[in-house]
């Protein structure tokens, strides 16, 4: 059974930093594409950014620049590094394996960036 525990979100002011982690078990997280995903109050969930096992990564073009995924895989987690945040990032950001059907949507983090 994958589990994924999410955690890092917060309040943080307009340019603010914060830092999610993710860490999987339950999958080989190793070979997985890993994504972070992101939903606001009364938007459709969509995806952030993924890195595959051997560290490829791709971005929305809203974050392009200010957002950055990493992984350990020692340590079965992924990470988020988000500078520079904007109002409109404010979200419940959740991780998943990529490849799993169905998505085994955890309880995500909140993020909400506000002054």
């Known amino acids: 059974q994958v589990q994924l525990v999410e955690s890092g979100g917060g309040l943080v002011q307009p340019g603010g930093s914060l830092r999610l982690s993710c860490t999987a078990s339950g999958i080989i997280f190793s070979i997985n594409t890993m994504g972070w995903y992101r939903q606001a109050p009364g938007k459709q969930r969509e995806l952030v950014a993924d890195i595959t096992g051997r560290g490829k990564t791709r971005y929305a073009d809203s974050v392009k620049g200010r957002f950055t995924i990493s992984r350990d895989n020692v340590r079965n987690t992924v990470y988020l590094q988000m500078n520079s945040l904007k109002p409109e990032d404010t979200a419940v950001y959740y991780c998943?394996?990529?490849?799993?059907?169905?998505?085994?949507w955890g309880q995500g983090t909140q993020v909400t960036v506000s002054s």
């Open positions: 998943i394996p990529t490849a799993q059907i169905p998505p085994p």
